[in-house]
């Protein structure tokens, strides 16, 4: 009888620890290439030909065929979104869209340019029957989109969606926040729009 322990399952088929904000939505604090969902969104320019930031690291992870696909797209316009394959990526698909730069003299059409870039990426999902879906901070890093405000429209947008019942196959959408500023920042704006479960 050797007794040995069970070899600890492999981190990347291990589900994370997400903490849940409502039963369809949590917030979880990391690299968003590292998720097993069913497709993790890409904050793109409207090139969809690769850039910094979590653009880049969707590449690196993704591998050049996701470069190959995206060059089909024709690009993307700001608050759109268009879905490809996830490739080397543990997410099945990723949802490619393009917030907007943000302009502090033009902040009602940024505003209403990110509820589109949200919206559209829910959207795109559920026509590509993605039922569980991550989301990084879109706009908020090269884009230069405060913080706080984001916040608001990422979460403001993802409840009203939800509360459509067109939206009721879309089992999880996670908030995946990279630095701990973000993640004080989601916490302190979720009780505005979720209810503790
Ligand atoms: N996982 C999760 N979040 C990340 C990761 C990661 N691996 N890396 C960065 N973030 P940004 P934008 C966070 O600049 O402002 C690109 O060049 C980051 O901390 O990636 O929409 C595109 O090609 C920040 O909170 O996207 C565009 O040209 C958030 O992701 C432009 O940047 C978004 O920061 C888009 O700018």
Known sequence: KSGALK???PSSSSLP???HLSNRVALWQGDITKLEVDGIVNA???SLLGGGGVDGAIHRAAGPELVKECRTLNGCKTGDAK????YKLPAKHVVHTVGPIYSRSNAGTSR???QSAYRRSLEAATEAD???IAFPSISTGV??????EATNVSLEVTGEYLADKESSQLELVVFCVFGDADKHVYEQVIPKHFSPQ
Do not use: M
Request: glycine residues 8%; aromatic residues 12%; positive net charge.
């Open 130 to 132: 993605i039922k569980t």
């Open 44 to 46: 793109a320019n409207e």
């Open 7 to 9: 070899p600890a399952a």
């Open 17 to 19: 620890a997400y903490s």
């Open 143 to 148: 884009y230069g989109y405060p913080i706080e």
């Open 83 to 86: 879905v490809t394959k996830g």
């Open 112 to 114: 209403s340019k990110l």
